[in-house]
C-alpha cells in the first residue's frame, strides 16, 4: 500500500519560532510537492522538487524554504513563523513527470497554527 | 492571472440520489482535468482524469463531463451514498505552463441518509 506520512497531524508554534514539516514517501518517487490549504483558496503550491538535491519555487514560496537531502523525505521549513502561516500543509509524491496524475498520492496534512 | 473555481461551496444531497458538481475553469489552454476527493482528516485522493481532447469519461460510479466551448468540468455521482460525503475538488494542467496542478477551492458534499 502506497503512503505519504507526514511527521505531524496537528502542530501548534509560536510567531518566530523555526519550524519544521517533515513528509516521507516509500514509493521510490522522484517528485515531491508542499501545498498549503486555506478556505476559499483551494490548495496553493509552495515548492516542488524533481529529485534530490533540486527544488523549484512554486506559487507562494516567501516565508518557505525547503530541503531534500534523501529522495524519499522532503521537508517544508518555516524560518520564522508568522501568524498568516497558519494553515493546513499537504505533502504529495509522483513518479515523474511524464507520470500518471493517479499515481500522485497525498499526506494526510499537517495543521499548523502560529500564535 | 488563470484560475479554477467552483459555482456551489457546498451540496447537500440525499442518499441515493444522484449528485453534480460543477467547475468553471479560465485556461481554455489547458490540457488535462482531475477531480479529487478529500475526507476530513485526510488529503485528496485521486477520483477520475480527462483530457481535453475528451468530453466524457466515465469510471465506476463516476462520470466526468467536459465542455471546453463555456470552459466547465462537471462530476457526477450516481446513487450518492454516506460515503461519498466530502470535499472534492477539481483541478486543471497547461503542460505549456510547467505542468503544475492549479486547484479549485472545492465542493463539500452533505449526503444525508
Known amino acids: 500500500d502506497v503512503k505519504v506520512t507526514q511527521s505531524s497531524r496537528y502542530l501548534v508554534k509560536r510567531t518566530g519560532e523555526k519550524v519544521f514539516l517533515e513528509c516521507v514517501q516509500d514509493?521510490?518517487?522522484?517528485?515531491m510537492f508542499w501545498y498549503r490549504q486555506d478556505p476559499g483558496l483551494g490548495l496553493r503550491l509552495i515548492y516542488f522538487?524533481?529529485?534530490?538535491?533540486?527544488?523549484e519555487k512554486g506559487d507562494i514560496p516567501e516565508g518557505y524554504s525547503v530541503s531534500r537531502e534523501k529522495k524519499e523525505r522532503f521537508s517544508l521549513i518555516l524560518e520564522s513563523a508568522s501568524t498568516n502561516q497558519t494553515s493546513m500543509y499537504l505533502c504529495?509524491?509522483?513518479?515523474?513527470?511524464?507520470?500518471?496524475?493517479?499515481?500522485?498520492?497525498f499526506g494526510p496534512g499537517t495543521r499548523l497554527t502560529v500564535l | 492571472g488563470e484560475s479554477v473555481g467552483l459555482h456551489l461551496p457546498t451540496l447537500s444531497v440525499q442518499e441515493g440520489d444522484n449528485s453534480i458538481i460543477n467547475c468553471a475553469y479560465s485556461n481554455s489552454a489547458s490540457d488535462y482535468f482531475i477531480w479529487y476527493k478529500q475526507e476530513s482528516g485526510k488529503g485528496p485522493q485521486f477520483i477520475i482524469d480527462i483530457r481535453s481532447n475528451m468530453d466524457k469519461r466515465q469510471g465506476q460510479r463516476v462520470t466526468v463531463l467536459l465542455n471546453k466551448t463555456v470552459k466547465h468540468l462537471s462530476l457526477q455521482i450516481a446513487a450518492t451514498q454516506p460515503g461519498d460525503s466530502a470535499v472534492y475538488f477539481c483541478?486543471?494542467?497547461?503542460?505549456?505552463?510547467?505542468?503544475?496542478?492549479?486547484f479549485g477551492q472545492g465542493t463539500e458534499l452533505s449526503v444525508k441518509p
Open positions: 514509493m521510490d518517487h522522484e517528485n
Open positions: 522538487s524533481y529529485d534530490v538535491k533540486m527544488k
Open positions: 504529495a509524491s509522483r513518479s515523474g513527470l511524464a507520470g500518471r496524475w493517479d499515481e500522485q498520492f
Open positions: 483541478a486543471e494542467i497547461s503542460y505549456n505552463q510547467g505542468g503544475k496542478l492549479i
